[in-house]
DNA sequence: TGCTGTAGTTACCAAAAAGAAACTAATAAA
DNA sequence: TTTATTAGTTTCTTTTTGGTAACTACAGCA
């Protein structure tokens, strides 16, 4: 038993809930588990994130010292994003996450129209 | 491998996503997790949600059938939530959401201030 | 000479989400 | 007779979110 509790309101671990319970942070440490990735290749293969979308949940994941960022000093710019080794404690995660999405929509689908008739 | 793909704009995954990947769902569904419950201690246990927002979060689970709700047509109203077979599969994801939020805020919270100097 | 590509940042605007407060019904208790 | 109770709904307002478009640097290529 610890001293935190993210059913209580000012508990900081309801900003760590907040960050990962999201939409965008789920698919980019699915997307780094495997290997580091360049912006642009993040882009693409995250349908539909917008640019701006896509910097702000990397620029957290790396305030969160989740995701490393590795700049280099060229030009054009290249940057590499990867999981540090906390964010590697996250994959499993995130990866039920997708299983269970992907695995159960058909029954989600078929719930959601018993509901609207 | 199956014809959804979470990665995909269009796939109705993403809907899915955007209902698990949510902070108040991720607490319901934790809060169900042993018993039943009414609103409105519900409404107590997640300290610092709205009744609004409270309500939307049940509607849209039990939308898409895992959350069960049940009204007794008594006064003052009485309305009990429980998790369905389906909702009962979320369980084991959303405890490790909490217990990992839990088990690394020190960890995040260190990162935050590094990288905020 | 000028166009392309990368990984952003910034400003602006529209849309959506969320909070607050007021209102409901019928019964039981004070 | 008034009041409290429960699980909402509704309306209004504020805040937050997210999208779009414009702008940046400079090397490489036509």
Known sequence: MSQ????????????????????WTVLVVG?????TKRFGQLRR?????????????????ERDGIVYRKVYA????????????????????VETVRYWSEGNIEKVLMAQKRYDA
């Open 4 to 23: 935190w509790d993210i059913y209580n309101k000012n508990c900081p671990t309801r900003l760590v809930l907040d960050r990962i319970a999201d939409k």
């Open 31 to 35: 997307a780094l588990a495997t290997e």
């Open 45 to 61: 293969e995250l349908d539909g994130v917008s640019q701006k979308m896509l910097t702000q949940t990397l620029r957290g994941l």
């Open 74 to 93: 060229t030009v054009p710019p290249k940057v590499e994003y990867s999981l540090t080794t906390l964010g590697l404690t996250l994959v499993n995660l």
